[in-house]
Nanobody, 123 residues
Framework: QVQLVESGGGAVQAGNSLTLSCVAHGDITKITGMGWYRRVEGAQREVVAHIGISGVPTYGNFVRGRFTLAKDNTEKAVFHLMDILSPEETGVYFC?????????????????WGEGAQLVVSS
């Protein structure tokens, strides 16, 4: 059984920062992708930040240098610093992971979503 534990959501004022954390627990031998997506009002779910097997993070176009995504040494957790937040970024932020339980065996990987962390940015 694999679980994602998300933390760090909450309420902040516009212009301030917030850090989201996501930790994967369970039977995992390899994570090849991990990151955060969001669903804000009037928009479909979109990628915010993601780290693939290269280890280099990529970001949604709207980020414009404000966010930083990093993995920890276990490579089963990501920490996402979001700075200069605006009220339009109020929404639900979801952690996503693509993992293997028997990496290298030829078995397929699996994708898992977290339950979501609510973020409210007030003006």
């Amino acid at each position: 059984q694999v679980q994602l534990v998300e933390s760090g959501g909450g309420a902040v004022q516009a212009g301030n920062s917030l850090t989201l954390s996501c930790v994967a627990h369970g039977d995992i031998t390899k994570i090849t992708g991990m990151g955060w997506y969001r669903r804000v009002e009037g928009a479909q779910r979109e990628v915010v930040a993601h780290i693939g097997i290269s280890g280099v993070p990529t970001y949604g176009n709207f980020v414009r240098g404000r966010f930083t995504l990093a993995k920890d040494n276990t490579e089963k957790a990501v920490f996402h610093l979001m700075d200069i937040l605006s009220p339009e970024e109020t929404g639900v932020y979801f952690c996503q992971v693509y993992f293997y339980q028997d990496y290298g065996s030829g078995a397929a990987g699996m994708m898992l979503w977290g339950e979501g962390a609510q973020l409210v940015v007030s003006s």
